[in-house]
């Protein structure tokens, strides 16, 4: 853990018409219902801090301390938010495929990086309880870091949501229910809780702070790659948490003069089962409609309607990026694929950016020579996997040519 250090947060202010908050009380969304972002005097930490400074420092998460909300050392949450690795995987893939392999974090995805920061700051503030709904790794995360905070946690997820996660997060000490309906209905009961004053309600980009947590994501690629960014990054999208933090990463490095103008293509991957940013960004709308019958095996991208649809729209096709939906088939190829051939396990949700990728190769969205990055978001032993029946009788004769 880090020593005490300076911190530069200013002020929140509201994603869609610029209103200032103040900082260090508790918010949810601003006053016109929309995400609240986090803004730092970066003129000041430009003067204060330098690439090698941040490169210097052991590599996890927090070296990025002056980019982020958290003010008091004591009020971190830690279970070790190392720095992911960059692993490229040249035969299922093109020539130049990066996974950034988030399923190496805490709780084995990603959403340790966004709720380690979301409960450090609810700590901070004072929070005793939370709630929020959850597809599954999300509430893993929370129940993880609230457990160890001291703070008690009401989950809901959707009642087909893997085993495991259901499982880790009561394990973990929350209080977890599942629910028939999807993760916005979920949301629903959230909602009328926090209304009640029951809890304070942790859901995506419902607080300042997850994205904070997520846009390390963006930090950490731009370091890895030695002050330069890939050509694209292919996203899978639920919320769009990490994907408006990266955007937002990437503004403020410009801002302290470590990156220049220069900006990955920004691809935005769905299920086709839940497509509803594809079929915003197609139809060149700002916001999306909520996508009916959802369904998909990428757990982690079945959001029917995401609050932060607009900062994802403009984020990707400010970056000359698109949004790509991929059949389950071709997610399930490309899991096959990229652990039969190049030794890494995915997570579906990655799978189904490897598919996004193919997809982008074939119609030329981006080219061979280009370097691309992968988010794989969670590891995939947390997922059913094909069953295996071979087996062996070693009281009868072995036919050693069948093995
Ligand atoms: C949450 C999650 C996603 C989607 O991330 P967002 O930032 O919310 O869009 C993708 N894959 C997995 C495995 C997840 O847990």
């Known amino acids: 853990m880090t020593a005490e250090r300076p ?12 209103e200032r908050y103040p900082a260090d009380t508790l918010h949810q969304l601003s006053r016109a219902g929309k995400p609240l972002l986090v803004r730092y005097d970066l003129a000041r930490l430009a003067r204060d801090w330098s690439r090698d400074d941040a490169e210097a420092r052991p590599a996890d998460l927090w070296r990025w301390r002056e980019l982020l909300p958290v003010r008091r050392t004591g009020d971190i949450v830690s279970l070790g938010e190392i720095e992911t690795p960059l692993i490229p995987i040249p035969r299922a893939g093109g020539a130049r495929v990066l996974v950034k392999d988030e399923g190496r974090l805490p709780t084995g995805s990603f959403k340790a990086r966004g709720l380690v920061m979301a409960v450090s700051m609810a700590k901070a503030l004072g929070v005793t309880r939370i709630a929020m709904p959850t597809n599954g790794n999300a509430g893993a995360a929370l129940a993880a870091y609230a457990s160890r905070a001291g703070i008690e946690t009401v989950i809901l997820c959707p009642e087909d949501t893997p085993e495991a996660n259901v499982r880790e997060i009561a394990l973990q000490g929350g209080r977890v229910w599942r629910v028939n309906g999807l993760i916005d209905e979920c949301g629903a009961i959230v909602a009328e809780g926090t209304r009640q004053g029951r809890w304070f309600d942790l859901s995506t980009l419902k607080e300042p702070y997850r994205i904070e947590g997520k846009k390390t994501m963006g930090l950490e690629l731009a370091l890895q790659l030695g002050w330069r960014l890939p050509d694209a990054i292919f996203y899978p999208t639920g919320g769009g ?42 139809e060149g709308a700002d916001h999306a409609e909520r996508w009916e019958n959802a369904h998909t095996i990428a757990a982690g991208i079945r959001v029917p309607k995401a609050l932060g649809d607009f900062l994802i729209l403009d984020a990707v096709r400010k970056s000359g990026g698109r949004a790509i939906a991929v059949e389950d088939e071709a997610t399930l190829q490309a899991v096959s694929d990229a652990a039969g051939q190049d030794g890494l396990l995915l997570c579906p949700e990655g799978g189904a950016t490897l598919a996004a990728y193919r997809q982008a190769l074939a119609e030329g969205w981006v080219g ?20 295996v029946t071979r087996a062996l009788d070693r009281h009868q004769p072995i036919d050693f040519d069948a093995l």
Not at 7 to 18: K, M, Q
């Open 7 to 18: 911190t530069y947060v200013t002020h929140l202010e509201c994603s869609a018409r610029g």
């Open 368 to 387: 061979a020579g280009n370097e691309c990055v992968l988010f794989n978001c969670a590891t995939g032993l947390k997922y059913p996997m094909p069953s």
């Open 241 to 282: 948490t990490g994907l408006i933090g990266m955007w937002k990463a990437f503004d403020e490095l410009e801002a302290l003069g470590w990156i220049g103008p220069e900006r990955p293509k920004m691809f935005a991957v769905q299920a086709a089962g839940c497509a509803p940013i594809v079929k915003a960004f197609d």
